[in-house]
């Protein structure tokens, strides 16, 4: 949850995604939230051309493949 990683007590790796044009949610509080893991092996993916309910439909490919990527890297290299 997001207090485990506000009080730096995540270790693991975290993926996150989110749009730059999120209107609900800014994309300041998913780079706030990634700095905040200090403790964690974070990757933030922004998406460019979503909101915050349609960023999927707009960037499935991207979503599927970064995914793909980090349960990929995870499963190669347990010690993550």
Same mark, same amino acid.
């Given at each position: 949850?997001?207090?485990?990683i506000?009080?730096?007590? #995540? @270790?693991?790796?975290? %993926? $996150?995604? &989110?749009? *730059?044009?999120?209107? %609900?949610?800014s994309?300041? &509080?998913?780079? *706030? +939230?990634?700095?905040?893991?200090?403790?964690? *092996?974070?990757? +933030?993916?922004?998406? =460019?051309?979503?909101? &915050? /309910? /349609?960023? !999927?439909?707009? =960037? !499935?490919?991207?979503?599927?493949?970064?995914?793909?990527? #980090? $349960?990929? @890297?995870? @499963?190669?290299? *347990?010690? %993550?």
């Amino acid at each position: 949850s997001e207090m485990c990683i506000r009080d730096r007590s #995540f @270790k693991g790796e975290l %993926l $996150i995604f &989110h749009s *730059k044009n999120d209107s %609900l949610v800014s994309f300041d &509080h998913a780079q *706030k +939230l990634a700095k905040s893991a200090s403790n964690a *092996k974070v990757q +933030l993916v922004e998406f =460019n051309s979503s909101d &915050h /309910n /349609n960023y !999927l439909g707009f =960037n !499935l490919t991207e979503y599927h493949q970064e995914l793909k990527e #980090f $349960i990929t @890297k995870k @499963k190669n290299n *347990k010690s %993550l």
